[in-house]
């Protein structure tokens, strides 16, 4: 009877850190040049950091390379819109107070407020794809019922040859 279950190798390198750091660094000159140098609106840059999450989800579920366990993949998508979040927190700090003339004609607690909101979205998306990714994790008494069958199927077939 063929398994459901399958095993990933965990013990050896591999892209993990580099996909996560790649993110992460995509992320923040998506928020630096965007909000800081190019003053793109808040919702578009919103929708850039949410897309960019939502694109290393679907990383981590199609490349099983990466070989990211359901839990630590779950903590990673948490991790990765907490820190969107507060580069969001610091832009908006370095805005506020560079914006003292008030050039772009806009009341500066708008902008505080645009630059919060897509902190808070991006820790919305991450809180949404660790709890989805965590609904979809095998329990341990799971894993060691499959493992245990496993080794019984395998004895019968060694026994029967």
């Known amino acids: 009877?063929?398994?459901t279950y399958s095993?990933?190798?965990?013990?050896?390198?591999?892209?993990?850190a580099l996909l996560f750091?790649?993110?992460f660094v995509v992320g923040l000159i998506i928020q630096v040049f965007g909000r800081v140098y190019l003053n793109w609106p808040a919702i578009f840059v919103t929708i850039l950091?949410?897309?960019?999450?939502?694109?290393?989800?679907?990383?981590?579920?199609?490349?099983?390379?990466t070989k990211l366990s359901i839990n630590a993949?779950?903590?990673n998508?948490?991790?990765i819109g907490f820190l969107f979040t507060i580069i969001t927190l610091a832009i908006a700090l370095y805005r506020y107070s560079s914006d003292t003339t008030n050039t772009d004609?806009?009341?500066?607690?708008?902008t505080i407020i645009g630059d919060l909101g897509i902190g808070l979205s991006t820790t919305i998306v991450g809180l949404f794809l660790r709890m989805f990714f965590s609904?979809?994790?095998?329990?341990?008494?799971?894993v060691e019922e499959f493992v245990h069958n496993d080794i019984k199927e395998t004895a019968r077939r060694l026994q029967l040859s």
């Open 135 to 142: 609904l979809f994790r095998s329990s341990t008494e799971e």
């Open 73 to 75: 993949a779950a903590d």
């Open 49 to 65: 950091l949410c897309l960019l999450i939502c694109f290393y989800a679907y990383l981590v579920i199609r490349y099983k390379n």
């Open 7 to 16: 095993f990933q190798d965990l013990s050896n390198d591999s892209p993990d």
């Open 77 to 79: 998508f948490y991790f």
């Open 21 to 23: 750091g790649g993110v």
């Open 105 to 110: 004609g806009q009341d500066p607690l708008l």
């Open 1 to 3: 009877m063929p398994s």
